[in-house]
């Protein structure tokens, strides 16, 4: 039908060209000026103040770290956690496993509380899982499962203890109030649900937390007490220090698909993606899809299904569906990850993408792959 299709059409995963907002797009391409011009400073400046708006923070520690999301996760550990420090962990998918890594690598003593992929973690078991840890961290929403985690009550019962939230999938998707909730720090990725291309860490830290630092991080690149005075996060730009090349491209990016989500309101945005989820896992039933993440948590930006034996057409697997998804109909959906491949499918519909006319072309593929 449309073999050639080219890759800028493709619709529906994650990080790809169909969740980026317009207004990035012409971003990207607008001539490159130098990373200390005052105009540029003067994005960089507006987009750490979008980044409190949409991380719903006062934070002055609320700055882009240059680098995916998984810099983001280092940058929250490598500047919290000292050799011996304990740090309690909610695992229940592939990114609350990453965190595990990345604090042991900071010499925590890592407290793993696990939960079976799909269930979401119970806040209480995190927050009694050892006495007095110096960081409670969590996954807001694991990409790997679809499942969304609780977080407002890990606030309200911390104690003395840092609360780390991941928030690569969920900021600018789904609710997520750091102030509000007591979280002292959170993270994003730009790929997810902000639509722009993936090369930056949004991230903040409270004031509190920032208290708390080590005193000489292990990272040169991600110290953020030398990060937060070139961006001038802490000191409102009055006394800026040359720290690195600040990526400008990807800056301007960020800064217009804030302006997009902001322009639309943070709550609009959120009623988008809700509205599309809830759409997709109806639809997704009635072909006969089964929806893997617990009911009441399940995330509407990510949505995992296992495929049942016997759904698909005789002689097509879950493989050769997705390919004919993807040549056919240019819709890209993702494949299980761990214990999970082979069985199910992650389907994104994050940013951009999450309009209801890309679930309608989805499940209208769909049902022409089953014949219905
Ligand atoms: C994508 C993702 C990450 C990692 O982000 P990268 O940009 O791939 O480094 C971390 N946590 C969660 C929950 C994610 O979805």
């Known amino acids: 039908m ?3 299709m080219p890759r800028s059409d493709r619709v529906l995963m994650g990080p790809g060209p169909s969740n980026l907002y317009p ?6 391409q607008r001539p490159l000026v130098g990373h200390l011009d005052p105009d540029f400073l003067a994005v960089l400046d507006e987009t750490c103040d979008r980044l409190r708006t949409v991380f719903s923070t006062a934070n002055p520690l609320t700055l882009p770290i240059s680098g995916t999301g998984s810099a983001g996760m280092e940058a929250s550990f490598v500047n919290l956690v000292a050799p011996g420090d304990t740090v309690v962990v909610g695992v229940n998918g592939v990114f609350g496993e990453r965190m595990c890594d990345v604090a042991a ?5 890592v407290v793993r509380v696990d939960e079976r992929w799909g269930n979401p973690i119970d806040p209480e078991r995190l927050l009694a899982a050892h006495p007095h840890p110096k960081l409670i961290a969590v996954v ?28 690569v999938t969920s900021l600018g998707g789904i609710p997520f109030a750091t102030d509000g909730w007591g979280v002292d720090v959170a993270y994003s990725g730009t790929q997810k649900c902000l639509g722009v291309p993936p090369g930056l860490a949004p991230l903040t830290m409270s004031p509190g937390a920032v208290e708390r630092r080590v005193e000489r991080p292990q990272s040169w690149y991600l110290d953020l007490g030398m990060i937060s005075q070139y961006t001038g996060s802490t000191s409102g730009g009055a006394t800026r220090r040359y720290h690195h090349t600040a990526p400008v491209t990807m800056i301007n990016a960020l800064h217009a698909g804030l302006g997009a989500i902001l322009e639309e ?3 609009g945005a959120w009623a988008r993606h809700e509205e599309c989820g809830r759409l997709l896992q109806k639809g997704l039933q009635e072909l006969g899809f089964e929806l893997f993440a617990a009911e009441g948590h399940r995330l509407p930006q990510l949505t995992t ?3 049942p034996d016997g759904l698909l057409p005789g002689g097509l697997d879950e493989a050769g569906a997705r390919r004919l998804l993807l040549e056919r109909y240019g819709i890209e959906v993702g494949g299980g990850l761990g214990e999970y491949a082979g069985r199910m499918w992650r389907i994104g519909c ?21 014949g219905r």
């Open 140 to 167: 807001h929403a694991e990409t790997s499962t679809g499942v969304r985690n609780e977080v407002e009550a890990l606030g309200a019962g911390k104690g003395d203890a840092l609360l780390v939230a991941d928030c």
């Open 105 to 109: 690598r900071c010499g925590a003593e």
């Open 305 to 307: 299904v296992l495929i």
């Open 2 to 4: 449309s073999e050639g």
């Open 23 to 28: 207004e990035v797009t012409e971003a990207l």
């Open 350 to 370: 994050m940013g951009h993408t999450a309009r209801p006319r890309n679930v309608t072309l989805l499940l209208g593929a769909l049902g022409e792959i089953l």
């Open 265 to 267: 309101g943070l709550a």
